[in-house]
C-alpha cells in the first residue's frame, strides 16, 4: 500500500471512530442518570450511526475499486508484456501538452482576432439568414448608441435597411451595396456594405457577415470634385469662346492697318516716312500672327479644331515649306534642306494645312535662333496595321527639323512647350515671339495621333522630333523617284 492509500485510510478510520465517539457523548450521559430517551436523541444517532456507515462503504467502495484497477493493469501486462509503461505514460504526457499548447495559441488567436476586429472603424456583424444579430464589433455598437447585448438577436442594419429581404431564401454568398443610415446623433452617414457568407468544412452556411465602411467623406470630396471640374470646364470654355470672340474681332481692324499701310508704302514718301510705314506694317504683321496664334490655341483648348482628311503629296508640302522660308533664310545667309526617305508614298491621306503649320512653327524658330550654318527638314514613313477594307494603310509620318543655332540650355528645355513661355525672358533679348508657335505644335501633333519631342545641345543647334498618324491607299504606295528623295534649297547672303 502506498503511502497516500495509507494516509487516507487513517483519516476515514479517525473520521468513523469521531463519529462513534460523539454518539457515545450523547446516549451515556442520559443513560447514566436514569432519564428516557427523547426521539431527538434517536434521530440523532440515527443520523451518526447512518453516517458511519457511509464513511465505511466508501472506503470498501474505493479498496474495492482499486482493486479491480489493479487487475485490469495486471491483465494489461500479461496480454502485453513488452509494453514499456513508462513510455506510454511519457507519450500520453506528452500529447497532453500538445493538446495545452494548442489550446492555448488557440486563444491567442481569438484574443488577436477581437483585438483586430475591435480596433477596426468599419461596422462589423454577423447574423443569422433570418437576419437575427450573432455578434456586433465595438464600432457598430457605437454608431447605434446601443450596448453589445441588447443589440445580439436584433435585427441587423443591412436587414432594416431594406437592403436585404427578409423572405429571400437563401441569402446572396456574396453582395456589395451602398445605403446612407442614421447614426446615434440622426446624422446620415453613407456607407459601403460588403455581405459574404460564413460556410463551414462541408460547405453549409454558418452565418453571415457584413461590414460597413463610411465613404460618406470620399463621396462628397467626388461631388465636390465633379462641380468642381464641371466649374473649371466652363470658365474654360467661357475663355476660349471669349478669345475666339475678341481675336476674331482684333484680325479686322488689323488688317485695315495692314492693308492701308501698304498702300501708304506705295505712295511717295521720304525715306523717313517710309520707314515709319515699315514699322507700322511690321507691327501690324507681328499682331496679326500672335492674334492668330491666340486664335488657334483658343480652339484647340476648346475642343473646336477639326483635322481633315484629305489626301496630297508630301513632295509639294516640302517644297511649299523650303519655298515659303528661302528668301527669309537667304537674307541672313542659311541653307535649307529637305529630305525625303525612301518608301514615302505618293499621296497620304491626313490635314495638309495644319502639318504645314506645324513645320512652319518649328522652322521659322530654327531660322530665328540659328545665325550661320543651315536648317534641314526631314521625313521618314513607318507602315502600319492595315485596315479592314484592305485598301487603305496606316502610315506614321517621322519629321525631324535640324538646325545649327545657338541650342537650349538642358534646363529650359521643360520649358518650351508651355503656353507663352520663352528661352529668353530677358528685356535685353533679341529675338523676339510670343511663345504660342510650340505649345500650338504640340496640341496640333497629339490632335493628330503623334507627339513631340526636342534634343538641343548648347552651341551646337537643336533636333524637334514630331509623328503624326496618316494613312494611304494601296495604289498610292509607290515610293518617290530617287531623284525626288532629297531636295536641297540654297540661300546665300
Not at 483519516?11 to 468513523?16: E, G, K
Not at 450573432?134 to 450596448?147: D, E, I, P, S
Not at 456607407?191 to 460564413?198: A, D, L, N, P
Not at 502639318?355 to 521618314?380: D, H, M, W, Y
Request: one cysteine or more; charged letters at 25%; glycine letters at 6%.
Amino acid at each position: 500500500m502506498s503511502s497516500a492509500q495509507r494516509r487516507k485510510t487513517v483519516l476515514i478510520f479517525a473520521l468513523a471512530i469521531a463519529l462513534l465517539a460523539a454518539l457515545a457523548a450523547i446516549i451515556i450521559p442520559p443513560v447514566t442518570d436514569g432519564e428516557e430517551l427523547s426521539p431527538q436523541y434517536y434521530i440523532l444517532c440515527l443520523a451518526i450511526i447512518g453516517c458511519v456507515l457511509l464513511v465505511l462503504g466508501g472506503y470498501v467502495w474505493d479498496r474495492s475499486l482499486m482493486q479491480r484497477l489493479r487487475d485490469m493493469s495486471r491483465q494489461s501486462a500479461s496480454l502485453a508484456p513488452n509494453t514499456d509503461h513508462d513510455e506510454i505514460h511519457d507519450e500520453v504526457i506528452g500529447l497532453a501538452r500538445k493538446i495545452e499548447r494548442m489550446a492555448q495559441s488557440l486563444q491567442k488567436l481569438e484574443a488577436s482576432y477581437r483585438a483586430v476586429v475591435e480596433d477596426q472603424s468599419d461596422l462589423i456583424c454577423r447574423y443569422t439568414p433570418e437576419g437575427k444579430l450573432t455578434f456586433v464589433n465595438g464600432a457598430y455598437a457605437r454608431f447605434l448608441g446601443r450596448k453589445r447585448l441588447e443589440l445580439i438577436g436584433q435585427p441587423c442594419l443591412p436587414l432594416t435597411a431594406g437592403l436585404i429581404a427578409p423572405d429571400q431564401s437563401p441569402l446572396p454568398d456574396a453582395a456589395v451595396f451602398e445605403h446612407t443610415s442614421n447614426d446615434s446623433n440622426q446624422a446620415p452617414v453613407l456607407h459601403s456594405w460588403t455581405h459574404r457568407s460564413i460556410k463551414d468544412s462541408d460547405g453549409h452556411v454558418i452565418e453571415y457577415q457584413a461590414v460597413g465602411h463610411d465613404i460618406t467623406a470620399r463621396k462628397e470630396a467626388e461631388l465636390a470634385l465633379v462641380a468642381a471640374k464641371e466649374a473649371a470646364e466652363s470658365a474654360d470654355r467661357a475663355k476660349s469662346e471669349f478669345l475666339a470672340i475678341v481675336s476674331h474681332e482684333i484680325r479686322t481692324p488689323i488688317n485695315g492697318v495692314i492693308g492701308f499701310a501698304k498702300l501708304l508704302r506705295d505712295s511717295s514718301l521720304t525715306a523717313e516716312q517710309r520707314s515709319f510705314v515699315d514699322m507700322i506694317t511690321s507691327s501690324g504683321q507681328t499682331l496679326e500672327t500672335l492674334i492668330s496664334d491666340i486664335l488657334d490655341l483658343s480652339k484647340i483648348e476648346a475642343g473646336k479644331i477639326e483635322i481633315e482628311h484629305a489626301p496630297f503629296s508630301m513632295r509639294d508640302c516640302m517644297d511649299e515649306i523650303a519655298a515659303l522660308f528661302g528668301p527669309r533664310a537667304r537674307e541672313v545667309g542659311l541653307t535649307i534642306t529637305t529630305s525625303i526617305a525612301p518608301g514615302m508614298p505618293v499621296l497620304v491621306n491626313s490635314d495638309h494645312n495644319r502639318l504645314r503649320q506645324i513645320l512652319s512653327n518649328l522652322v521659322g524658330n530654327a531660322i530665328k535662333f540659328t545665325e550661320k550654318g543651315g536648317i534641314t527638314i526631314s521625313v521618314a514613313a513607318a507602315p502600319e496595321e492595315f485596315f479592314r477594307d484592305g485598301i487603305n494603310r496606316a502610315v506614321r509620318l517621322q519629321f525631324s527639323v535640324r538646325d545649327t543655332g545657338i541650342g537650349i540650355p538642358s534646363e529650359k528645355i521643360c520649358q518650351l512647350f508651355r503656353p507663352f513661355s520663352q528661352v529668353d525672358t530677358s528685356a535685353k533679348r533679341r529675338r523676339g515671339g510670343t511663345g504660342l508657335g510650340l505649345i500650338i505644335a504640340k496640341r496640333l501633333c497629339e490632335r493628330m495621333g503623334g507627339a513631340i519631342s526636342v534634343d538641343s545641345r548648347v552651341g551646337e543647334g537643336s533636333v524637334f522630333y514630331f509623328s503624326i498618324l496618316a494613312d494611304y491607299e494601296l495604289s498610292h504606295g509607290v515610293p518617290p523617284l530617287a531623284a525626288d528623295c532629297a531636295k536641297k534649297v540654297e540661300a546665300t547672303s
